[in-house]
């Protein structure tokens, strides 16, 4: 291909890390992705973008041939891991307008139907202990400085990695009562949601 021709290279995507992930496939495999972006359905459920090197086939000078592609989709939160010495940070993040809305508003989201399964439990990565052994966290995500109203909080567990950096120093008992406060969501990538409250978290 002539070089002239090939489209410019976007700068920040290059910048945007991919880091790996474990995925739990439909048919309950674990295999190794890249994500590329978290996103948050209307109703506040969360969703990563992953990619998997697949092969397909290509014709090269004639020949057929397999070489590696990538195959991108989406994966429930639930169904996803974080891969050991892996950084997610500066992943992009895209919360729904309407979650937004809601969360400013104090609403509860819609309960999700009575089949679905939506703890990290249920995805067969449990990452709570149940045990007095467990710490927590409160994150408190960002707002705009003209916005009035109760501010959202999450709890995660301590291992969630999704959670933003810094020490988690609640017990399960605290964890507990700041679930209780206006405004409190449990994060159910970790399992937080296990403690009981809200349970839906961006």
Known sequence: MDEDNQAPVDAATER???????????????VTGRVHRRWQTRDGRWFYDVSLTLWAHAVVRGRDMAEPADTRFSVPATH???????????????????????????????????????TSEAAGWPQVRGDD????KVDQPRYAYTQTGTRR??????????????????????AVEALRRPGAVACEVCGADRLGGRRRAA
């Open 80 to 118: 996803v891991a974080p891969v050991p010495d892996e950084t997610y940070t500066g992943v992009p993040v895209r919360r729904h307008p309407a979650a937004i809305a809601r969360a400013r508003t104090g609403r509860s989201p819609a309960a999700p139907p009575t089949d679905e399964t939506s």
């Open 16 to 30: 945007t890390p991919t880091p790996k992930i474990l995925v739990r496939l439909q048919d309950g495999q674990e």
């Open 133 to 136: 052994t467990d710490r927590w």
């Open 153 to 174: 909080t999450v709890v995660h567990h301590s291992t969630c990695f999704v959670a933003s950096k810094g020490p988690a120093e609640l017990t399960t008992e605290q």
